[in-house]
């Protein structure tokens, strides 16, 4: 499922913006189905430009029926009535989707035979001070055994002590999701960390699911602006 919503604040109309000949939600949609990982692969979206766009393409695309406030309560509407155990959220600023990482996610449920996660996400390692103190860029600490403990978008963890070697990670915004994991979310309302930070999975851990998170080497750009639109541009080149 890649949840595509046109009004972005920081950057209205992004998915819709050209990136080297085909809109951003397009490529996204593209690079998600080449992959072959899964037996469907659908837009979900309220905006009229973007279910044109998917439907003119030959793609599959299911238009939201209610407003929402994030990707996973537009998901989560969408599966709602389907016969799925596995929902795969590809944000739809993230046309370097590849496989490697996805396969990564999907393997986290095959082996967890006692289904103590309920949902997994990636994680890239950064080393770069700018992006590290880029509220833009969100940040995930980890226990030992790669369970999330918390995410935000101020570094974390402050280094206090500089002799202390860290390493920082970046959330990529993609999950896989136990279905019941991502209708619960749907019900439960947001909390104050969630809002204050505005980053969705942080309601999943304030009711004590469990996030997996997996590291992948592909680091890719998420288009959150302008700028990021440009780089993504030349990488793509």
Known sequence: MIPARYSASRFPGKLMKDLNG?????????????????????VVTDSDVIFKEIENIGGKVIRSK?????GSDRIAEAVKDLDIDIVV????????????????????????TDKLVDLASLMVHITDSNEIKNPNTVK???????????FSRSPIPYPRDKEVTVKYYKHKGVYAFRKQALLDFYRL???TLEASEKIECIRYLEYGKRIKMVETNVQGVEIDTPEDLERAKKLWN
Do not use: W
């Open 22 to 42: 085909k809109p951003v939600i397009t490529r996204t949609y593209q690079a998600t189905v080449a992959t072959n990982l899964f037996d469907d692969v659908f």
């Open 66 to 70: 209610k407003e929402h406030e994030c």
């Open 189 to 191: 309302p947001m909390l």
């Open 89 to 112: 959220n590809v944000q739809g600023d993230e046309p370097f989707t590849e496989e490697e990482s996805l396969k990564k996610l999907i393997q986290v449920f095959k082996e967890d």
């Open 140 to 150: 995930v600490i980890i226990d030992q055994q790669h369970f999330a403990l918390y």
